[in-house]
């Protein structure tokens, strides 16, 4: 895990706090799983414990420890938030998860974190055992497998999502809705609003030009 | 995105408060604040000001905005014209009812603006309804929605999208359909 503390952008703890809730944000509304932000999760971990301990340390019953309290309370509602977002994905998509996780080159950051790939698997296996045992071992030879790929539903990169803009993005294709229509193209401009599919603008949110509200 | 989430978001905003506490500064993780000194205004985030007037340790200063002149004058500008006007907070929705709900007796003519703000509100979501109505007649693929807040997009937006991703696969099964007539059955 060493290469991930060589962030080379040292955040301050407040920057931290404020990109855990555009990852948080940007989870919520996007459609599939986005790439795992392990080293702001750690470090936010980090900062909660620091100060946790601090505060076990600290007088009780002070104003100043309930406003500390009050805070860290406050962001680890959404670091929580933020990870049961991602395994209700994982649990809803693990097959595409999986798969994309096997083809992914070497040296391609992984979009699972370690312990969200060990859930999915064991999840995958899970779901695989209580199939067998429930109806499968008592089919005929020939229908005893599932293809989970076929028959988990994938993420629909086709559905539409809000966003802010954050750095200015020029010659975005837009694909037209039926046939009449001919494709365009458009800018986003800074902090202006937009409604668009996913699909034509994942690499934006991936990148963090765009923010999905 | 839950309104309570959009509520809790929020109250990252900062307000003035007065307090008749003294405190040292503080060094919250999010950033410091303080110090606090009895009768001196100090900003600090919407969350810990409604704790504070809740504990009685704080008098709250309303925004510049929160005032009636000013509200009236955005909410005929707003009736006025066709698109969406830039709003004063982009929280302000959320600002107002929280702010009026704990801190009423600080705020002076708290009636007159949450009356002012719901009409507002009220305006600027027939005007969404409207948009989204001919969004979707039209088969747009794409639409600008600037000086829309957060509260306004996700009352309506989880509705139109969700019926947006409903047509789109509606219509695509369609196409589909017509490619492979001859399915065998």
Known sequence: MATQCENPVVLTPAQLICSLEQAWMNEKFAPELLESKSEIVECVMEQLEHMEENLKRAKQGDLKISIHRMEVERIRYVLSSYLRCRLRKIEKYFPHIL????IRAEGEPSILSPEEFAFAKEYMANTENHLKNVALKHMPPNLQKVDFLKA??????DSFVFLRVKEKQENIMVMPEHDEQREYVIDLDENSQHLIRYKTIAPLVASGAVQLI | MEAAEVEFLA?????TIIPNFSLDRIYLIGGELG???PGLPVEVPLWLAVNLKQRQKCRLVPPEWMDVEKLEQIRDQERKEDTF???PNPFYMELTKLLLNYAADNIPKADEIRTLVKDMWDTRIAKLRVSADSFVRQQEAHATLDNLTLMEINTTGAFLTQALDHMYKLR???QLGESVQSQDF
């Open chain 1, 152 to 157: 988990v539903p994938k993420p629909n990169l």
């Open chain 2, 11 to 15: 109250e990252r905003e900062m307000v």
């Open chain 2, 172 to 174: 695509t099964n369609l």
């Open chain 2, 35 to 37: 110090p606090f000194n």
């Open chain 1, 99 to 102: 798969e994309k996780e096997k």
């Open chain 2, 85 to 87: 006007t830039p709003m």
